[in-house]
């Protein structure tokens, strides 16, 4: 009985081992493949996949026709592939629902074909995040491995699920969001069993990943330390950003729900990428996931039109590209949101509790906005302690801001 107990342990942990290995080629070889889609549609930097000037400084760089053009094909990719996914391959399976239900696993061709389309088109300008390709492939990858390893429906629901934060760990170099992602997000448990796996598989993944992307933070951010002003506003703002993540989730909601698999559906991308495109002649900032406008926010970059115009038109082209049936994911774009809110209260009211910095400001709004629409309140925070390495002080107001946002937007949703 101990040898079978012993030989299943080490089946379980050599699965994770395992899904760590392959979730973090995976977000690797997505990482790789965006950066390259990205330089040739803007024609920028072309010599280099990792480092060189950011996604914002290339789309800015580009002609007008070129911004337009490569959002248009962008379009035209996206509605007919996903029209033809949605007609002629397997239902697909998200990754929520192919943990609560391992008995049917994720369809292999339609699962890597809607990651691909998501790579290719958030490459290519679309308003949508890059992490749920991810964290798609990682958990296809992590089913597969399970199931041939003959674990137990529990343990193949912890792999899935493990498989799903490690994708999310490698493409964002994330390790411990990941695995906090994978128990609160997914699992909804703490089991040190669990909080062991979950560790294990993001940090393997996010490891291998990094042995080509390099360990660069994705925001650079500055403030040494957190201001006593800080932790009172965070603490008095986190229901406005609570109350607003609502209303984001309801638009976002029904823009999915409106969404129709048939004619309209290439139609209807063609138009709203096109306008997308058009409106990045003006605002190069709108293309892409949002991290360029969340970059300029922490830096204070951002006038207060300019933040108030970037964050309506984000929100209309977000509720666009949703409606129109493209896919992607809704963290950086959700950050991005909230970073830009917070910047814009700094400039209306930011006199009024000095010692602070639109960055500051920023930074626990984009935090409390990312808890409150994905409603991971612990992922966010961690997510943006490893995204810009920020000083231990600021856990406090961002834990205020994230605490008072979250409960507000689950009263408001009832």
């Not at 629902?97 to 389309?117: E, G, K, N």
Request: charge should be positive; hydrophobic fraction near 55%; glycine fraction near 10%.
């Amino acid at each position: 009985m101990r040898k079978l107990l012993c030989a299943f342990c080490q089946s379980r942990w050599t699965a994770l081992l395992l899904t760590g290995i392959a979730a973090g080629t995976a977000g690797m070889l997505i990482a790789l493949m965006l950066h390259e889609i990205q330089h040739l549609a803007f024609g920028y930097s072309q010599r280099s996949l990792i480092g060189g000037p950011p996604f914002l400084q290339g789309v800015s760089e580009a002609s007008a026709l070129r911004r337009v053009a490569a959002l248009t094909i962008a379009g035209i990719i996206a509605g007919w592939g996903w029209w033809l996914l949605a007609r002629y391959a397997k239902k697909r399976l998200s990754v929520s629902a192919a943990v609560s239900d391992i008995r049917q696993p994720m369809p292999a061709a339609t699962t890597l074909c809607h990651a691909m389309l998501q790579v290719v088109t958030v490459a290519m300008g679309s308003p949508l995040g890059r992490e749920s390709a991810p964290r798609e492939v990682g958990a296809l990858f992590a089913g597969g491995i399970a199931r041939r390893c003959g674990l137990s429906e529990a343990d193949i629901k912890l792999v899935i699920a493990c498989g799903a934060g490690a994708g999310l760990a490698a493409v964002y170099n994330v390790p411990l969001a990941g695995a906090i992602f994978t128990l609160e997000v997914l699992l909804v448990t703490f089991r040190w069993d669990a909080v062991i796996a979950a560790i294990i598989t993001s940090a393997v993944a996010a490891f291998i990943a990094s042995l080509v992307l390099g360990n660069e933070r994705q925001y650079l951010f500055s403030a040494p330390a957190a201001p006593v002003s800080l932790i009172v506003w965070a603490a008095l703002a986190g229901p406005v950003f609570g109350y607003a993540a609502s209303l984001f989730r309801r638009m976002s909601r029904q823009a999915r729900g409106s969404v129709k698999s048939n004619w309209q559906m290439p139609l209807f991308c063609f138009v709203a990428f096109t306008c997308l495109g058009l409106l990045s002649i003006w605002f190069p900032q709108l293309p892409g996931n949002g991290r360029g406008p969340v970059q300029l926010s922490f830096g204070g970059d951002v006038t207060l039109p300019l933040a108030a115009i970037l964050i309506g038109l984000k929100v209309f082209s977000i509720w666009m590209v949703l409606r129109s049936g493209a896919e992607g994911g809704l963290l950086t774009p959700g950050l991005a949101i909230g970073a830009l809110l917070g910047a814009l209260l700094f400039l209306l009211v930011g006199a009024f509790f000095p010692g602070s910095s639109i960055g500051e400001f920023a930074l626990t709004g984009g935090a409390a906005f990312l808890a409150s629409s994905m409603q991971m309140p612990l992922t966010a925070i961690v997510l943006l302690m490893e995204f810009t390495g920020m000083d231990f002080s600021f856990f406090v107001p961002l834990s205020l801001c994230v605490a008072g946002a979250y409960m507000t937007c689950r009263y408001v949703e009832g």
